[in-house]
DNA sequence: GGAGTCCATCAACTAAAGTTTCCAAGTAGA
DNA sequence: TCTACTTGGAAACTTTAGTTGATGGACTCC
């Protein structure tokens, strides 16, 4: 509906930068309300014209070419909202270790049916639109790897 | 193993404030390596040791009680790194729309079998701890609010 | 009760995110 | 070619997130 007039929005890469986050953003997720063009400028007033938060140009620009990678909360809500992603897009951690297939599509129907997950998450994420339903998949593969990383939830004291 | 063992840990409330957020963390998910004084040095402290990004005891205090509303990126990977939380438990809208039952656990399985979402995005939700799970729904929910939300999209009234 | 300690809170300061404004290079139209 | 317009880029400035250090209350120990 939204985005892929432009062509088949490719998948966000797993280890990429804020800037080219960004710039994956502006490519792939465009609205289909406003028209091509495109630039800082352009970006700006769109985010400034369809959420509250407004920002500039040169914020834009700072933040696709990587002179700026440290924006505030406000910022990156309002670029979220105006591309229709949740802000957890931006915070994929940069490693990408694969997904082995360990749980079957028959094993997943059994956690699904013990109720081990809420059936309204799964009706919504089946509802999502194409683009959204891409992003918050990485996004949970993402939680999926940080959920399995040993690094802050080692339940051993001994750390400093 | 990590944050239940102050107890139950509960959901999210669908409509909370950031500083609400940041609470619910601190009393909900800290991590269990790091002994209970869960004050606002200890705080900063331990994410200071956890992360690589250091915030001081007074910025965990202005972002719990809501004197600081808009932090930077950093600041916020601290705290969901800390936590082990992704980004996105920050980012819901506050609307809190109820969800309706439209799909029942029968057509989400149809769903399911007909590959509408990766496997291995499923095996993921599945595997993961109870405590990051209950964020990640959170975040699949709100990603469906907002993409329901004609705000920034309006193409079309029709969707589906 | 008084001293010492811990902690939330606050004020002053620093650093940097974001804005405004302008400039230079590129481009279309005459 | 010249002019007008557009756009990426950058300097100067404003705003504010985050830090540092101080203060006062509560609480403990003697």
Same mark, same amino acid.
């Given at each position: 509906?939204? $985005?892929?007039?432009?062509?088949?929005?490719?998948?966000?890469?797993?280890?990429?930068?804020?800037?080219?986050?960004?710039?994956?953003?502006?490519?792939?997720?465009?609205?289909?309300?406003?028209?091509?063009?495109?630039?800082?400028?352009?970006? %700006?007033?769109?985010?400034?014209?369809?959420?509250?938060?407004?920002?500039?140009?040169?914020?834009?620009? @700072?933040?696709?070419? $990587?002179?700026?990678?440290?924006?505030?909360?406000? #910022?990156? #809500? %309002?670029? %979220?909202?105006?591309?229709?992603?949740?802000?957890?897009?931006?915070?994929?951690?940069?490693?990408?270790?694969?997904? $082995?297939?360990?749980?079957?599509? @028959?094993? =997943?129907?059994?956690?699904? $049916?013990?109720?081990?997950?809420?059936?309204?998450?799964?009706?919504?994420?089946? *509802? =999502?639109?194409?683009? #959204?339903?891409?992003?918050?998949?990485?996004?949970?593969?993402?939680? %999926?790897?940080?959920?399995?990383?040993?690094?802050?939830?080692? *339940?051993?004291?001994? #750390?400093?």
């Amino acid at each position: 509906m939204a $985005g892929d007039e432009q062509g088949p929005a490719k998948e966000v890469p797993p280890s990429a930068s804020l800037a080219e986050r960004i710039e994956w953003l502006i490519q792939n997720m465009w609205p289909s309300g406003v028209p091509a063009p495109r630039n800082n400028v352009e970006t %700006a007033g769109a985010i400034a014209a369809g959420s509250d938060e407004a920002i500039s140009s040169t914020t834009v620009w @700072k933040l696709r070419t $990587g002179r700026q990678d440290n924006p505030q909360f406000k #910022t990156l #809500t %309002a670029l %979220a909202s105006f591309f229709g992603v949740p802000i957890g897009y931006f915070g994929f951690s940069s490693e990408s270790e694969p997904i $082995g297939e360990e749980l079957t599509l @028959k094993a =997943l129907r059994r956690e699904i $049916g013990a109720g081990d997950i809420r059936t309204e998450v799964l009706r919504a994420l089946v *509802d =999502l639109s194409p683009q #959204t339903r891409s992003v918050v998949e990485e996004m949970i593969l993402a939680a %999926a790897r940080a959920d399995r990383t040993p690094s802050n939830r080692d *339940d051993e004291p001994g #750390t400093d």
